[in-house]
């Protein structure tokens, strides 16, 4: 599929209003996305878990306007936010051409997130992701054409992706691949896809218990952090990495081989961080509790015969990764060892989920 394809070129403007309510979940990447070319064209493909429990809830309502402006207002957990306008009005600006109807209507956006707001969690991926499956279905009702799920789905992502790159991956479930990959027939740039092999069922409702380390504000927004790839000393060789690891962890969800799963996660965390550490300008997100975690993660998987493991995005928090036959010995661990390190002991519970449910 080409960007061609998602143009929207005639729609029926009779309607004068309507609503309609998306809940969408935020993902946590095993293969990391991190570098972007023009236009939300990701520099390498990556790979990610759906989750289940942190999700956004939004509701669009709109209702037809005289003029050619983007008109909207933003609701957040029930109050008037201004500091959402700037994301949505470029994300308005970037997705126009695909949706022209945008200009036509004044939107109501109201929003709320089921995970605690400042958690330092990112809600783009959720928020954004909810926002473009609400423009796909006022889409569907003004062409009145009944496009197939498939196409709603990918256009769905391919707008999510102009509002932040890995908000692509957050329209379906398990396991959803974004960027173009030798290995995985179907894999795109433009949008995310649904990884379709056979999952073997050590990843069966694998589990997600995220550690919030430090709720305060990054110092280091993603968007600059992409930008910090382009000449990056080690940017090429980065890229390629990520190609052969997603190749390697199709097979390695194949076979369940949980040891190497291990190991390709944390690298990619690993490496993610390295690249921060070793951009110019320089930066560090971990912070100290970031490296006691892993540290006991470490110990905890050698003496235990574990399959834990961490992950990482842009942030201080730490992703503790584990078999659904582990859960309760883990969250043992977690209470007993982790949460100390967690600020106010605070961290969420969550699992492999299946995608955005239209409510
Ligand atoms: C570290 O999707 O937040 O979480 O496209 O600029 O909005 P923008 O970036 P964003 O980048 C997140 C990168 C990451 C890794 C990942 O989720 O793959």
Redesign the pocket.
Same mark, same amino acid.
């Not at 293969?31 to 991190?34: D, E, G, L, R, S």
């Not at 509002?163 to 908000?167: D, E, R």
């Given at each position: 599929m080409t960007v061609q394809d998602f143009i929207l070129e005639s729609y029926n403007s009779d309607l004068e209003k309507g609503s309609v309510k998306w809940s969408s979940p935020s993902?946590? &990447?095993l293969?990391?996305?991190?570098g972007?070319k023009e236009n939300?064209i990701p520099a390498n493909p #990556?790979i990610?878990f759906t989750l289940s429990n942190c999700k956004t809830i939004t509701e669009m309502s709109f209702s037809k306007k005289e003029g050619k402006e983007f008109s909207f207002d933003v609701y957040f957990e029930g109050e008037k936010n201004e500091a959402f306008r700037p994301k949505i009005q470029t994300f308005f600006e970037r997705i126009e051409s695909y949706v022209p109807f945008i200009r036509d209507y004044h939107f109501k956006i109201e929003t709320s997130n089921t995970f605690p707001h400042s958690s330092g969690i &990112?809600s783009? &991926?959720s928020g954004m992701s909810a926002l473009a499956l609400c423009l796909m279905s006022i889409e569907r009702s003004l062409s009145g054409a009944e496009e197939s799920e498939s196409y709603f789905n990918r256009k769905a992502s391919f707008l999510a992706r102009l509002? #932040?790159? #890995? &908000?692509c991956?957050s329209i379906e479930g398990e396991l959803v691949v974004w960027g173009k990959n030798e290995s995985v027939s179907k894999s795109s740039d433009l949008f995310g896809v649904k990884f379709e092999d056979t999952v073997h069922p050590n990843f069966h409702e694998y589990q997600d218990a995220i550690l919030l380390v430090d709720k305060g504000e990054k110092q280091v927004s #993603?968007?600059v952090?992409?930008k910090l790839m382009l000449g990056h000393p080690f940017s090429e060789n980065r890229f390629k990495q990520a190609h052969d690891n997603l190749s390697e962890m199709k097979e390695v969800l194949k076979n369940g081989d949980l040891k190497r799963f291990v190991e390709i996660v944390e690298s990619e965390a690993l490496t993610?961080h390295a690249m921060m550490m070793t951009s110019m300008p320089y930066f560090i997100l971990m912070k100290p509790n970031t490296l006691e975690i892993i540290n006991r993660i470490w110990s905890y998987r050698q003496q235990n015969n574990s399959n834990i493991c961490f992950t990482l995005?842009?942030g201080a928090n730490v992703h503790v990764l584990f078999p659904k036959a582990e859960q309760e010995k883990v969250y043992d661990f977690i209470n007993s060892e982790l949460v100390a390190f967690c600020q106010n002991g605070h961290y969420i519970c969550d699992i492999v989920g299946k995608g955005a449910i239209k409510l």
């Open positions: 993902n946590i &990447a293969i990391k996305y991190w972007k939300q #990556s990610s &990112a783009s &991926a509002g #932040s790159g #890995s &908000a991956r #993603s968007t952090g992409h993610l995005d842009a």
